[in-house]
């Protein structure tokens, strides 16, 4: 925390606030400190699609319904209460009074009104939208009261209430639109590749319990530092208070000298996988296509790839195999008859000689003398990335396959990704931010904006994924969960038998907190370090004559 110097009076009074002053208030001038690993896409809430833009949203969206990150309930925000219907169809919603926007607007039932109408318009491409899509139609949103929203679905949406965690209220009136907020914080500053400045809402509507307003930190910076070795080296020299996520490296580091600020939350929800292009707009040529289009050659590239080592060597124990799309801390969710995944070089080769493939003079060729040979592109300055596809081309190269490996600025990656589709196969990873899996329809949907492989299908191109989009869509729209549950584990079941992701590994929810900022109480799901940022508080600072 750093404060400008100012005359010694004025610091004995700071010095007499701070500490006769009740915890519960509010650090007037205090500033956290800590990093976004790359630039947010938009700031607009509807259109987030990306980590950086997500923890912005988090940090700056008011919603209607929290998920408490600990416990994992659902915790009334905006809406005092809600019901949804027996069947699933409408959620009823009765609003907060009294609520204001960060820059002096009303907020009321036109609000929650006109933001699900842009998140359902099929023209707005919304990720977040994607979510409530379980079957064909239109939207409702009635507004019989300024305090009640009333929604209904063309379909029965199961497990409503917790989609609305996602989903911040814009302002149907303020002519600062999406800028405009009913989080704790609104976005004060953006300089591009340098920070976001968040400062406190002077209009948030949340209280401690002695009614002191929230959140207690004045201001966020959130820095845009892409080198996680500068982050960690900044956070050791006090600039900043927390990273939210560690990879395993520096959290053996950070755990060697300042064992107190390593924090381990166990086994999160996000994974590591790799995939290929099989867009049909993409340049690839023809026999490259094939190539990522066969399922034995998909299938035969994962077995070949040794995860055991993977989370050994790159996560240090940190991590573990990956099973599929679901990780096994997802109790409920994961399907626990899934085989566990092998490493067998012996086995890959019998499948690709299954698909016409050959090994000569410790080369693979195709059925038409084409050499196996492909690139793989990542994020630059993600140590652990760059170190898992150098391992995979290890790997690869036991059965014939030559990986060449591309790392690229985070921008660049997802301009090739999601709009020129100029590459063979991608290593990353995906943020799930729910334990439903109706939090993964823009995945698993092959119309979905996140169905990376083959994104933004008018039709399904192929009959497994025509069967996923089915099973997707019917245990969205019933509200028994053991059928939702039968339903989903045979996504999972496809998935592994198709393997258009090829899941590495489920890191462990690793992040970083300095002994300046006290409440934090890091967790597997996203946010992990800063999920209940309302009530994290920074101690006083030494240079200000106070002891820690």
Request: hydrophobic share 35%; charged share 25%; proline share 6%.
């Amino acid at each position: 925390m750093r404060f400008s110097r100012r005359s010694a009076v004025l610091w004995l009074a700071m010095c007499s606030f701070l500490f006769s002053a009740p915890s519960g208030r509010a650090q007037s001038g205090a500033e956290l400190h800590f990093c976004l690993h790359g630039e947010p896409k938009t700031f607009n809430p509807i259109l987030v699609d990306d980590e950086a833009s997500e923890n912005v949203r988090y940090l700056t969206g008011g919603v209607l319904i929290r998920v408490n990150r600990q416990t994992q309930a659902l915790e009334p925000a905006l809406a005092e209460s809600w019901q949804v219907s027996r069947d699933g169809r409408k959620i009823t919603f009765h609003l907060r009074r009294g609520v204001y926007f960060s820059d002096g607007s009303p907020f009321s039932s036109e609000d929650v009104a006109y933001t699900m109408k842009l998140l359902m318009d099929p023209q707005t491409h919304s990720a977040t939208g994607d979510a409530f899509r379980s079957g064909e139609g239109t939207i409702g949103v009635q507004t019989p009261s300024p305090e009640v929203a009333v929604i209904s679905f063309p379909t029965p949406v199961a497990g409503l209430e917790r989609l609305f965690d996602q989903v911040a209220i814009l302002s149907s009136k303020s002519p600062k639109k999406e800028m405009s907020v009913l989080g704790p914080y609104y976005v004060s500053e953006y300089v591009a590749g340098s920070h976001v400045l968040l400062r406190r809402n002077p209009n948030y509507w949340k209280h401690d319990a002695e009614g002191h307003p929230l959140p207690y930190i004045e201001t966020v910076r959130l820095d845009i530092q892409r080198n996680r070795d500068i982050e960690l080296m900044r956070f050791r020299r006090g600039e900043l208070q927390l990273i939210n996520r560690l990879d395993a490296e520096q959290f053996d580091r950070l755990q060697k000298d300042s064992p107190g600020a390593a924090r381990n939350a166990g086994t999160g929800l996000d994974g590591e996988e790799f995939w290929f292009n099989q867009t049909a707009t993409s340049t690839l040529p023809d026999y490259k296509r094939k190539w990522f289009q066969t399922t034995e050659f998909r299938r035969a590239v994962s077995v070949a790839i040794n995860r055991a080592d993977l989370a050994r060597v790159v996560f240090d124990g940190y991590a573990t195999p990956a099973f599929g799309p679901v990780s096994p801390s997802n109790h409920f969710w994961f399907n626990a008859s899934l085989p566990a995944p092998k490493h067998d070089p012996q086995a890959a080769l019998l499948l690709l000689s299954r698909a016409g493939y050959r090994l000569e003079n410790g080369v693979l060729k195709d059925i038409a003398g084409n050499r196996v040979e492909f690139t793989v592109i990542t994020n630059s300055g993600n140590t652990a990335r760059e170190k898992m596809a150098t391992m995979i081309q290890q790997d690869l190269s036991e059965i014939g396959i030559t990986l060449k490996v591309v790392t690229l600025d985070f921008p660049s990656l997802i301009e090739r990704i999601t709009r020129t589709f100029d590459y063979d196969a991608c290593l990353l990873g995906l943020v799930n931010t729910d334990l439903d899996p109706n939090g993964q329809l823009t995945v698993w949907l092959s119309s979905g904006e996140d169905h990376q492989w083959n994104p933004n299908q008018k039709t399904p191109s192929t009959s497994w994924e025509a069967e996923i989009d089915k099973l997707m869509h019917e245990q969205a729209s019933t509200p028994d969960e053991k059928l939702r549950k039968a339903k989903f584990d045979r996504v999972q079941q496809i998935v592994e038998e198709q393997q258009p992701f090829i899941y590495l590994v489920n890191k462990n929810a690793l992040s970083a907190v300095s002994s300046d900022l006290a409440g934090a109480s890091p967790v597997a799901l996203n946010p992990q370090a800063f999920w209940n940022i309302e009530t994290l508080r920074l101690k006083p600072s030494p240079e200000m004559g106070a002891s820690k």
